[in-house]
Nanobody, 119 residues
Framework: VQLQASGGGLVQAGGSLRLSCAAS????????ISWFRQAPGKEREFVAG????????YISASVKGRFTVSRDNSKNTVYLQMNSLQPEDTAVYYC?????????????WGQGTLVTVSS
């Protein structure tokens, strides 16, 4: 199983980014995908999750109203749309896969993509 996160970069506060997570080596629609982030010196934090079908999503309270998660099973890809970004959103963002929706410690992890939000 391989998960490839991409789309990170440097953005000014108030800006937007869309992260992508491309998966291979698994039956994609059997797996829920979650996004986590880890800021320097902080613990890893769950950000958002989406079920294998895409019908169920869960967004962390810390980003609710600004971030949305979606998936395109025909492309084996999950997206994290991040709007109204703030400096506190600066972190390495990871996507992860598990058969269980919103698993706290998914079985498979991607390598992470860095998001930096300048004030």
């Amino acid at each position: 199983v391989q998960l490839q996160a991409s789309g990170g970069g440097l953005v000014q506060a108030g800006g937007s980014l869309r992260l992508s997570c491309a998966a291979s080596g698994l039956t994609f629609n059997n797996y829920a995908i979650s996004w986590f982030r880890q800021a320097p010196g902080k613990e890893r934090e769950f950000v958002a999750g989406i079920s294998g079908s895409g019908y169920s999503t869960y967004i962390s309270a810390s980003v609710k109203g600004r971030f949305t998660v979606s998936r395109d099973n025909s492309k084996n890809t999950v997206y994290l749309q991040m709007n109204s970004l703030q400096p506190e959103d600066t972190a390495v963002y990871y996507c992860a896969a598990d058969r269980k929706f919103a698993a706290s410690n998914p079985d498979y992890w991607g390598q992470g993509t860095l998001v930096t939000v300048s004030s």
